[in-house]
């Protein structure tokens, strides 16, 4: 089951078409990853999926139904994260959580929510005296009050530091776990590494790579990198099924084997190495990177 259809969507600023064309499914019980360069129409394609906008052309479905159409419908069923949160700065965390809770139609404990974004010590602060952190905490409790079948977290770490970072990572896979589904935007590419069931790149208004985290990364050549010193560069090196670049100096040959066959180039590498003696330094084997594969695309026209 798909808890969101995205088909052939297309939306403009008068002559700027911000999303050209967009397919993709995110389906029930998973964690989706939305990344996209600098203007590329990911923003513009939440608040699509979100119902605040309607397409030029194309089609969303969310749970089966149009999200301009049937918010009424849709929005007991999920929470969202944006990016900036109106928060009410004369209430506390705990009044915050309270008026969000009379206010929406899913039941949930103000302290036992608190308690998961870690805020718990600060019930009674003013949302004014809270820092830039502990109100992205706050934000993640009002998207994820009562456990709606779908969040939005569009960028939910921002000014995080890395271990509440890390924390709220867990919480986000203990909801997948639990059966919610998560479509997350994020600039931090370990944060989707970290996370995602699947991911979708946008560049320039259009999916430029798309899949699970495991194909999109095998479908980018790995690397290996040693330092050969200069002692055995008589020796000739075995012939790599991927493509062999090398710089040299005075310590000898930096060489950088791009490859779609990991192990086996690995392998000859070592083997050539061990047959001749050879001590290899600087020595590494690392798949290709999401940061990489972004870069790749970014650079893209």
Known sequence: MNAIEVSELKYSYDTFTAVDGVDFTVRAGEIFALLGTNGAGKTTTLELIEGFRRPESGSIRVFGHDPARARSRLKPRMGVMLQQAGLIEELSTAETLRLWGALSSR??????????????????????????????????????????????????????????????????????????????TTHYLEEAEALADRVAIMHQGRISVAGTLTDVLAAHPSRITALVPAAALDQPL??????????????????????????????LLLDWARRHGVQLSRLSATQASLSEIFLTVGARR
């Open 107 to 184: 039941d949930d404990n103000v302290d036992d929510l608190l308690e998961r974004v870690e805020l718990a010590h600060r019930r009674n602060t003013r949302v004014e005296q809270l820092s830039g952190g502990e109100k992205r905490r706050l934000d993640f409790a009002l998207a994820t009050w009562g456990r709606p079948e779908l969040v939005v977290l569009d960028e939910p770490t921002t000014g995080l530091d890395p271990e509440s970072r890390q924390r709220l990572w867990k919480t986000v896979e203990r909801m997948r776990d639990e059966g919610s589904t998560i479509l997350l």
């Open 238 to 267: 075995p012939e790599f099924d991927g493509t062999l670049d090398s710089t040299l100096d005075e310590r000898g040959a930096l060489l950088v084997v791009e490859t779609r066959a990991l192990q086996e180039d690995l392998g």
